[in-house]
């Protein structure tokens, strides 16, 4: 059992002697609280906010854990994941951080946590409307490489001028037949705001339309947070002759068979070998204990990198 | 904390101000986040008249100096102001377009809604949030409410919305994503009122 397996259960306020609850000292966690309170308030939008220096550089999901430190309290029950995987190095970081500072519940369980930090990824598992994702940015403006000047940016939100990232998308389709954006893949957020849903597949983006718990994202180098409230519509750009398509795969998961789920490539050995599995180790392995059964099942399950485990992206 | 300011004794904020500013930031999220939910807040301080404790654990949890706040006539009190200048340190100001917090405590002193800020084109999180002390928002005239944070429609009864409010509120939708956000409060209840939000009477 990894680390995640197990969790602390410290008494809310016995915890990190040097510490203030959660990190933070509450002035911050007031004004972030306001600027999240904001962020609700209008679906997509990107609310700036006084980022505090976090003992984790930037790119290791500052955004993410400022955010978190705001909302979580003694009840919760944290889940982070890196691009789906619970045990990586900067998940199991983040996870640690906050057992400690706040004394909190953590677990791998989608179902059993309340608030989720992640990157890169959205459960497979469904959420409810009692949980809270929170995910962590690394680039927060959508128009940013098409209009590097940000209050340009500012603008183009304020007045809903985004023809640009059309001209964009449609030239790519001009060019290679198709939209070749496959992560990050723009959003318009309850019909108004033109929105990063952040460095997930585009096959997640689906997910975000009419989600039952709230999402929250936080961005800790540019200092934004914004908000999809549940239920809100969350469309990926498109065009009537091109519509939005999610990735699809000929293969199913190698370990559990899923064939709904988002498939990371791994490499087996030093020949070539590859396989698909679940980017979602916590779907994966909640299947096999199922019995469900992948076609390398049988076979040693072979020990693999995950893609995740790599360097920081200034979230 | 409490003590004696100005002669008279300061009601107590939170026995625990982290914790209780915590529990009731995730009350009033979860009221932001779902408009039309009656959330009663868990944790709750000592609330000065005529602030009714859902308003006062807002303010403990919400305002600051960085947050000018006005006041209506009702919730101007010498033990109301010293409170809050003792617990959150806001500053009062006389201007309902320059407050980033308002708390109405009688809704026939309100402004209308477009006496406050609606922020701007660029920064339209700079807005005022109106906290509005209702009679009841377990009974009332029925409200039907549309938007984000709803599935297909909520159903509110509430009582004590100024006269004519629906109509204000009509005109605050018409600025999206402009506009002023409101909070509705009741005894220990909170209920959210973002401007992304439709209400039909
Ligand atoms: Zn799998």
Redesign the pocket.
């Known amino acids: 059992m990894t680390e995640a397996g197990r969790s602390t259960a410290t008494a809310g306020r016995s915890v990190g002697e040097a510490y203030n609850f959660a990190y933070l000292d509450e002035q911050t966690k007031r004004m972030i609280r306001r600027c999240i309170l904001k962020a609700v308030a209008v679906p997509g939008y990107q609310v700036p906010f006084g980022s505090r220096e976090m003992p984790l550089p930037y790119g290791w999901g500052t955004g993410g854990i400022q955010v978190t430190a705001s909302i979580i309290g003694p009840d919760d029950t944290l889940k982070v994941i890196d691009q789906g995987a619970d045990d990586t190095t900067n998940a199991v970081s983040i996870r640690r951080f906050f057992a400690r500072v706040a004394g909190i519940e953590t677990t791998d369980r989608t179902a059993e946590a309340t608030v989720i930090q992640t990157r890169h990824r959205i459960p497979e598992h469904p959420m409810r409307e009692d949980q809270i994702l929170v995910l962590q940015v690394p680039k927060p403006e959508p128009m940013r490489y098409l209009e590097p000047r940000e209050l340009e940016c500012r603008k183009i939100h304020g007045f809903s001028e985004y023809g640009l990232m059309h001209v964009q998308l449609y030239e790519d389709i001009a060019k290679f037949g198709e939209i070749t954006t496959t992560y990050d893949y723009p959003v318009m957020v309850n019909r108004r705001h033109l929105m990063s849903p952040t460095p997930i597949p585009k096959f997640d983006n689906p997910k975000m339309h009419r989600f039952p718990a709230l999402q929250l994202f936080g961005a800790g180098r540019e200092k934004r947070i914004y908000a999809i409230p549940p239920y809100t519509e969350v469309k990926s750009l498109d065009f009537d002759d091109h519509p939005f398509e999610v990735q699809t795969w000929d293969e199913c ?6 064939e709904d ?1 988002f ?1 990371d490539e791994v490499i087996t050995d030093d020949e070539g070998g590859k396989m698909f ?2 980017s ?1 180790s916590h ?2 392995g909640e ?2 204990a199922a019995g ?1 059964v ?1 076609p390398m099942e049988g076979e040693d399950a072979p020990s693999f990198a995950r893609p995740a485990d790599q360097e920081a992206d200034g979230s | 904390m409490s003590g004696t300011v100005g002669g008279h004794d300061l009601a107590p904020g939170f026995a625990d101000p982290v914790l209780g500013s915590q529990s009731a930031f995730r009350g009033v999220l979860e009221a932001m986040s779902r408009p039309g939910r009656v959330v009663t807040l868990s944790t709750l301080p000592t609330a000065p008249a005529p602030l009714d404790p859902a308003t006062a654990a807002l303010a403990l949890t919400l305002m600051d100096f960085d947050t000018p706040l006005w006041l209506d006539d009702a919730a101007t009190t010498d033990s109301v102001t010293d409170y809050l200048k003792f617990h959150c340190g806001c500053p009062v100001t006389g201007e309902p377009d320059t407050a980033r917090f308002a708390i109405v405590a009688d809704a026939a002193l309100m402004p209308p809604l477009d006496a406050f800020d609606p922020g701007n084109d660029l920064y339209p999180d700079q807005s005022t949030t109106v906290i509005l002390q209702m009679k009841s928002l377990a009974e009332g005239p029925r409200l039907r409410l549309t938007g984000p944070g709803i599935e297909r429609d909520a159903i509110a009864t509430v009582d004590g919305l100024p006269a004519g409010f629906l109509d204000q509120w009509a005109a605050n939708r018409t600025l999206y994503p402009l506009g002023v956000d409101m909070i509705l409060t009741c005894d220990e209840a909170v209920l959210g009122l973002p401007r992304s939000i439709e209400l039909e009477g």
Request: proline share 0%; glycine share 12%.
């Open positions: 998961c190698a370990l559990c068979g899923a789920s498939l599995v679940c979602d779907y994966c299947r096999r469900h992948g």
